[in-house]
């Protein structure tokens, strides 16, 4: 059996190469060798993206996604909670996903999880074409969601697309106005926001 630091760090050796076999090999040797290990959280999440994306192996993601989201890694558990949320919606099977992605927002204090967990609750609740009301309660519990993640973070190109979300979110809820108000918050900061972000929201403001 390796030790887990001597795998960390050919992991990180092999993600420095791009090596994307490799990181598959050693993730699933950390999950085999050191499968209580924190480690092993993340390298549930990370392989079970490579499985599905790559290897097309819903399957086997599905169970890596589930077994990560019972771990308890503030960022890599609920990630993988509704990777699996959204597998499962991809089945029809719609409750569960919902009950999943409700975990994620129930969980914890809001984090930018839970305000991605209401943004697919949003979605899903559309999809099968729940009541108004529901829908319009989960759109507001994403907006306050994201309104405290916006109070408590300082640095400004963390802001950025936190800003972007709550205006798409604003604007979803019908509120044009405070919408395009938070989406021009954005090009406000100038360089200071991601590129990727500022045309995110001018491609946004354009279409409104």
């Known amino acids: 059996m390796a030790e887990l630091d001597k795998l960390l760090k050919q ?7 791009q090596d994307i076999e490799r990181l598959d090999k050693i993730r699933e040797q ?3 060798e050191h499968g ?6 993340e390298a549930r999440y990370r392989l079970g993206l490579s499985k599905l994306l790559r290897h097309k192996d819903r399957q086997t993601a599905e169970q890596l996604f589930l077994d990560a989201a019972r771990g308890d890694d503030a ?26 992605l ?7 204090k809001p984090s930018p999880q839970s305000a991605i967990a209401l943004s697919f609750i949003v979605t899903i609740l559309r999809d099968i074409e729940a009541k108004s009301d529901e829908i319009g309660r989960a759109q507001t519990q994403q907006i306050e969601h994201l309104r405290t993640l916006l109070a408590e973070c300082q640095e400004t190109d963390a802001r950025a697309p936190l800003l972007l ?8 809820s019908g509120d044009r106005a405070a919408a395009k108000r938070t989406l021009h918050q954005v090009l406000d ?10 045309a995110e929201v001018k491609a946004a403001l354009s279409g409104l």
């Open 189 to 198: 900061l100038g360089e200071a926001a991601a590129p990727a972000v500022l």
């Open 102 to 108: 409700r975990k994620v927002v129930g969980s914890r």
């Open 11 to 17: 992991l990180q050796s092999a993600e420095g190469k």
């Open 30 to 32: 950390i999950i085999n």
């Open 36 to 41: 209580e290990a924190a480690a092993a959280t």
């Open 75 to 100: 960022l890599f558990s609920p990630m993988a909670r509704i990777s699996y949320a959204l597998l499962l919606h991809a089945q029809k099977k719609d409750q569960k996903a919902l009950f999943e």
């Open 165 to 172: 979300q709550l205006g798409m979110a604003l604007w979803d």
